[in-house]
């Protein structure tokens, strides 16, 4: 497996459990205006996680580094993709975010709308790269 498609599923993977356990204790969390310390506390926890998973998973792959590991025009071009469509992803959900929810939402709500977009459009773009490294690019 290339490193950039090690990476991928890494990051993919640690997206979908951190986000998935953050989103759902937000869930279970009755929001009053004591909670807000909590729900900072989580978003805290959740990116000093992820922070942590995309630490690890970078020095793992400098220590195992091979000169054959080189990118080629196809890791670019699967990368190029993805990234694409993941800014789509993140444009849709920053124009909710930013025209559409303050104007019936506010404080926390507003900021766990935008971190959602941002965990998608993440989660689509290693997505994509994995898919695009298993199936192949499709114009």
Same mark, same amino acid.
């Given at each position: =497996?290339?490193?950039?498609?090690?990476?991928?599923? &890494? +990051?993919?993977?640690?997206?979908?459990?951190?986000?998935?356990?953050?989103?759902s204790t937000l869930a279970l &969390?009755?929001?009053?205006?004591?909670?807000?310390?909590?729900?900072?506390?989580?978003?805290?926890?959740?990116?000093?996680?992820?922070?942590?998973?995309?630490?690890?998973? +970078?020095?793992?792959?400098? +220590?195992?580094?091979?000169?054959?590991?080189?990118?080629?025009?196809?890791d670019r071009a699967i990368e190029?993709?993805?990234?694409?469509?993941?800014?789509?992803?993140?444009?849709?959900? =920053?124009?909710?975010?930013?025209? &559409? =929810?303050?104007?019936?939402?506010?404080? =926390?709500?507003? &900021?766990?709308?935008?971190?959602?977009?941002?965990?998608?459009?993440?989660?689509?773009?290693?997505?994509?790269?994995?898919?695009?490294?298993?199936?192949?690019?499709?114009?």
């Open positions: =497996m290339l490193p950039n498609e090690r990476f991928a599923r &890494v +990051w993919l993977s640690a997206l979908i459990v951190i986000f998935g356990a953050y989103f &969390v009755r929001p009053d205006a004591s909670s807000i310390a909590l729900r900072i506390g989580l978003l805290a926890a959740a990116l000093g996680a992820l922070g942590l998973v995309a630490g690890g998973t +970078w020095l793992a792959q400098r +220590w195992r580094r091979r000169p054959d590991d080189a990118e080629d025009e196809r190029h993709k993805a990234s694409a469509v993941a800014y789509r992803v993140l444009m849709v959900g =920053m124009i909710l975010v930013g025209c &559409v =929810m303050p104007f019936d939402k506010q404080g =926390m709500d507003i &900021v766990n709308a935008a971190v959602f977009a941002i965990a998608l459009a993440e989660v689509v773009r290693h997505g994509l790269i994995v898919v695009g490294y298993r199936r192949g690019l499709r114009a």
